[in-house]
């Protein structure tokens, strides 16, 4: 039986948690920053340890998770934001430049960034997603950091 690497959702006193969220739909944000928060909370982490960062929109998501990653202050980043299918392709163009600048930078500075980032097709579908029926994409998120960060101390 090979060796298994896994994480535990316990989240240290010593790790802090960076969260960036986009202004941008927020009646769909609040409710992902809401589940981020309170399940970071839950699993151990302390209010002091967790720091949010609005930004206008989705699009400005990666330039400021970037520098809170390179900072070295935060075993990881959180983006959460929301973008809705709309009647031309704009949807299309700034859910891919999202997602691979996340990408990109958490590569870059070795801090995990988790992709929060609700690409759907209706506000419904959103609102679902943000602590609806569907369950709450923030707290997904949140939970994700916590394992990746607890994987990651086990491989240094």
């Known amino acids: 039986m090979p060796q298994e690497i896994t994480g535990n959702m316990i989240a240290k006193n010593g790790d802090s948690y960076a969260i960036v969220v986009s202004r941008f739909n927020e009646l769909v944000t609040r409710p992902l920053l809401n589940g981020a928060v ?10 002091k340890s967790i720091e949010c960062c609005w930004v206008p929109g989705a699009f400005e998501l990666p330039i400021v998770a970037e520098r ?16 809705i299918q709309g009647d031309t392709d704009h949807h ?9 600048g996340l990408m990109e930078a958490s590569q870059k500075n070795r801090v995990p ?9 209706t ?13 709450n994409k923030g707290a997904e998120a949140a939970l994700a950091a916590i394992e990746t960060v607890n994987v990651l101390e086990q491989l240094s």
Do not use: P, W
């Open 68 to 83: 809170l990653a390179a900072s070295g202050k935060y075993a990881a980043v959180i983006a959460l934001g929301a973008v």
């Open 123 to 135: 506000m419904e579908q959103a609102l679902d997603r943000a602590g609806g029926k569907a369950g």
């Open 113 to 121: 960034i988790l992709f929060g980032v609700l690409t759907c097709r």
């Open 92 to 100: 299309d163009y700034i859910n891919h430049a999202v997602a691979q």
């Open 38 to 47: 309170g399940t970071l909370k839950k699993h151990g982490a302390k209010s």
